[in-house]
């Protein structure tokens, strides 16, 4: 089985994102600050953020997002060249997997990022990762929450890393609405002064 | 100023209580499992959880809870005897101030710990239990969420301790509901295998 994993940052209150997502924020009013601890693609500030940060960054086989998190761009893809929000290279290195209701021709980046739009749901998407990833391999469900929740209603997720910031913010988009008596195992805990990185097991 | 902390344990998508509270389940359906890391007045089951047990129990001058977390008793007093949850002897060891909309006499228990009923509001409380405390001393707001939120919404609280469990409720009473905006500092992480002991420190 392919090994299947979440990392998100997260507010105390359970939102990974602020409200009012939009091109100018992508992660909704305030969300871009429980990113801050792994230095947007620069150094972390400290050795247990950076560690954290490598851990996040690790190559995977294979990738499943969210549209949302691919773009700002709701409904048909029309004339628009948008590429993704990282760039002529992202940080992926392997193929991902697009969740839209709308064809696109798969678009290949620098540095081996392809990514591939899938109109066929959560668990066709899913498949091709794994099939890509093989059974020794690992693919990241990278979000946004509503990937992320189909995951874990699929049963699929096996870990997840939790980057938890100090921080209440009432409003946005909780990761886990809607998600009932999911048990997890306290794997690995990373103490930093910005933020608590916890690494949980899935009981599966 | 007295020193005025809260100490709660919670779920990682921010629940304190599991849904239908009662007699039977004072801390709602599930709520229980968010408590088993300080072994309810026995032994916490490693050194990190018994460090956080003697935290949470450290003796305070003063304590204000809500009426719910006293008791399951829903409207008028009536010819009850309840004297809370804890038996003869409480854990508090100091005065309780109580909030409710109906008055009742003070209850006097073992070991020190009188019940105090506060009729007049969270904030009158507040400054009953702050005046016995005195500027050097410590305030607990021991909860539920509603009490909690009170506190916060106040802006008196400046240290909030959280037993993070690995466990995803769905559903129940969440600590931070209408809260916005909350900023914390962590201030010390005990790291456990059952929950993530997180101490904060509010930004005022």
């Given at each position: 089985m392919t090994r299947t994993t979440v990392n998100m940052s997260i507010s105390?209150?359970?939102?990974i994102a602020g409200p009012?997502?939009?091109?100018?924020?992508p992660i909704g009013i305030g969300g871009t600050d429980l990113h801050q601890w792994h230095g947007f693609g620069g150094a972390a500030s400290n050795s247990a953020d950076q560690a954290a940060t490598d851990a996040l960054m690790r190559q995977r086989g294979a990738v499943v997002m969210g549209r949302n998190m691919y773009g700002p761009i709701r409904g048909e893809w029309g004339d628009t060249d948008w590429r993704g929000w990282?760039?002529?290279?992202?940080?992926?290195?392997s193929p991902v997997f697009v969740l839209t209701h709308h064809e696109h021709e798969p678009i290949e980046m620098e540095g081996g990022t392809t990514f591939h739009f899938v109109t066929t749901g959560f668990e066709s998407a899913y498949e091709q990762a794994c099939a890509i990833s093989g059974p020794d391999g690992e693919v990241l469900v990278s979000g946004g929450a509503s990937t992320v929740r189909q995951a874990l209603l699929a049963g699929v997720v096996d870990e997840i890393s939790l980057a938890i910031?100090?921080?209440?913010?009432?409003?946005g988009e909780r990761l886990?609405?809607?998600?009932?008596?999911l048990d997890l195992e306290i794997a690995n805990v990373i103490v930093s002064p910005n933020v608590t990185h916890v690494h949980y097991l899935v009981k599966h």
């Open positions: 105390l209150d359970g939102y009012d997502q939009s091109e100018e924020n990282w760039g002529d290279e992202p940080p992926y290195h910031n100090p921080v209440v913010m009432g409003s886990f609405e809607g998600i009932t008596g």
